[in-house]
């Protein structure tokens, strides 16, 4: 979010709080999510497609609700109306095409018919895979659909295909293709959070959603674009207090702005600033001396953290303002004395996620495996496993795979480390446990700013440069 994104958000919130009937509050966010996925959403090369991601985006959302519908349940009317309330923010925005709205919305919507036709097929297909798929297997249908569609987008050669045959369809330039102009807004958390009541329906955890509570949880606008991913259940809990919810609550409208203050401070003053220096491709070409490098990698790893914990607070406080609350996505990480705390407190609801549904069951499935493998082959697998997927959940990319397993690798080696020393550090004077402390936070820091490297190059060879440059070879440019 930019500052006028902001901005207009927090007008929207002045509004909710003061005037906004208590009884519309729980349809009033999904009106204003559903609407502003297309206000966020930037600009794109390929005709239509700016218009056509955040429609994409709605249609999987109520797909993904109708399918973990629970087995005999049938929508109600309140969630006709909310489908029909969806419909109608398509087709009215799709009127972007003949005249301008007060705010930039998208660009250039595709024909009417052809959007209708559009809506038409996906809800004939959606009736007949709920109608003639067993419940079990349009919920695999379902996971696997989403995990083909995240492969694609975040692969950059088959998001390049993807570009090619949209171009195509546009009637555009197809040699101008690139996976870039696929920049789907906020599609990674879309899908996690649809992967997430895939799942819980699955194995039975996931509570009934309406529509609009289903809608509201994938698209809140504060956390779409970035995240923290929250819990159904826990979302869903402040969604259903909102009647109740105090609009005027002085305590807590102090907590959303502080918060939102925080976080612009964060990101607009401290991470913005630290962009100017942090290492890149470019400035790493033009590195002179081992230090600069250095410089430029802490700058990078420290504008990491101030950006992104700076918009979760501003999340977290737009949340508060609307009457949802979001979870926490950072404690302190560069401060954490081994690199397990590290990843219980960065991106705390990415790594609850991945812990949950990819740790936690790949690790039960192995322990009942006949013979079984030893504790730390499960450990090693699982965590590697785990931290791949958090890698490629950025772009299924070589550095990002390797990024994973670097980080795999360092939790691993503590988790032997800290098993094999775990009696030698209990008989540790204190004196010596709190040297130990900050040693531990010294090398945990050291290990994650290092790791950084594979984020912020965008080649191996690129990245292998940067690191022989860091311990003082090949100074002088990185190629």
Known sequence: MDLV?????????????????????????????????????????????????????????????????????????????A??????????????????????????????????????????????????????????AGLFGMIALFIVVKTPVLAQEAAHLLRLNAGQDVSLAAGSELGWLGFSYVAFRLIQTIRDRQSGILPELTLSEYLTFILFA?????????????????????????????????????????????????????????LSHTLAEQAQTTGSLWVMLYAYGLRLYFDFSGYTDIAIGLGILFGILLPENFD????????????????????????????????????????????????????????????????????????GLWHAGGLFV??????????????LTPGRKRVWTVAGVLITLQFVMLGWVWFAMPSLNQALAVFAGLFGVNIGGVP
């Open 5 to 81: 994104q902001i901005a207009v958000m927090l007008a929207a919130a002045a509004l909710y709080v003061t005037i906004l009937p208590v009884c519309w509050r729980g349809w009033a966010l999904m009106i204003g999510s559903a609407t502003a996925i297309y206000w966020l959403q930037p600009s794109l090369a390929i005709r239509w497609l700016d218009y056509a991601l955040p429609t994409a985006t709605l249609a999987l959302a109520i797909l993904g609700w109708y399918f973990t519908l629970p087995s005999g349940v049938k929508p109600k009317l309140a969630d006709a109306a």
């Open 83 to 140: 489908c029909g309330i969806v419909v109608l923010i398509i087709l009215v925005l799709s009127l972007a095409r003949h005249i301008e709205f007060p705010l930039q919305l998208t660009t250039r919507p595709p024909p009417l018919e052809t959007i209708v036709i559009a809506l038409v097929v996906l809800s004939g297909l959606g009736l007949l895979f709920r109608r003639f798929l067993p419940p079990k297997a349009l919920l695999w």
């Open 222 to 278: 504060p956390a779409f674009a970035a995240g923290p991913i929250a819990r159904a259940e826990n979302f869903v809990d402040s969604y259903r207090a909102l009647p109740s919810l105090n609009g005027r609550d002085a305590q807590r409208l102090t907590i959303g702005l502080s918060r939102i203050a925080s976080g612009m401070f964060k990101k607009f003053v401290i991470a913005d600033s630290l962009a100017v220096f942090s």
């Open 332 to 403: 302190r990480p560069y401060l954490k004395n081994n690199i397990a705390a590290f990843w219980q407190s960065w991106h705390k609801s990415l790594s609850d996620w991945v812990r949950f549904y990819v740790y936690s069951p790949l690790s039960r499935a192995m322990l009942r495996r006949k013979p079984k493998p030893s504790n730390y082959v499960i450990i090693f697998i699982s965590t590697a496993a785990t931290m791949v997927i958090i890698g490629l959940w950025h772009e299924v990319a070589l550095p990002f795979l390797i990024w």
């Open 414 to 427: 503590h988790k032997v480390w800290s098993d094999k020393t775990r009696t030698w550090y209990r008989h």
